[in-house]
């Protein structure tokens, strides 16, 4: 019965699909890491999701033990989505260096570019409020009540309120790329704010 088990799970392992990065060189010229840098993270990749690509449910445990006391699994879901820049869901090393390379040693304008995509839910090259409510709470959620014992229900909207207020400029409910990119640059609160949505990356 043991031999049969580990014959199936054998034959399981064989069938999965297996995928392999770019050269590593192509990728150094596309992102701001070292050959070196790509080497380490492919590995630490490669041992998590050892099939070469990871799927949501994997993604969100793996992200889950980062944020112990909360509930990452909504803002995991965005996360993934932001990644999987084919939307075949599935993230390979590939696209998940590029985002990890944007958000760790791109231009203030990537960086703002990127996380515009993570609160465009949608993608339909806006933002309106239920989407950066989405956000909001699932970021709120995520960081636990450990580290916001007395939140109440309002804030996440109270927030959004006030991101809306000095993004929406032109008050048609909706905040587009630049909006976005010019009340960030311009307002230094709301930029420590995105940086702290960015940090939970």
Request: proline share 2%.
């Amino acid at each position: 019965m043991c031999d049969i088990s580990h014959k199936i799970d054998d034959e399981l392992e064989m069938t999965m699909v297996c995928h392999r990065p770019e050269g590593l060189e192509q990728l150094e010229a596309q992102t701001n890491f070292t050959k070196r840098e790509l080497q380490i993270l492919y590995r630490g990749f490669k041992n998590e999701c050892p099939s070469g690509v990871v799927n949501e449910e994997t993604f969100k445990h793996i992200y889950a033990q980062f944020f112990p006391h909360g509930d990452a699994s909504t803002y995991a879901h965005y996360l993934f989505n932001a990644f999987d820049t084919t939307s075949n869901g599935s993230i390979k090393f590939e696209e998940f260096v590029m985002g990890l390379s944007t958000l760790l040693r791109g231009t203030l304008r990537d960086k703002l570019e990127w996380t515009f995509h993570l609160y465009d839910i949608n993608n339909d090259g806006y933002i309106n409020r239920e989407e950066m409510t989405e956000i909001v709470r699932a970021i709120y959620d995520m960081m636990g009540k450990y580290t916001y014992p007395a939140l109440k229900g309002d804030v996440p909207k109270q927030h959004v309120d006030a991101f809306f207020q000095k993004m929406d400029k032109n008050k048609n409910g909706v905040v587009t790329l630049e909006e976005f990119i010019v009340a960030c640059q311009e307002d230094e609160m709301m930029m420590r704010s995105m940086q702290l949505f960015e940090n939970v990356m």
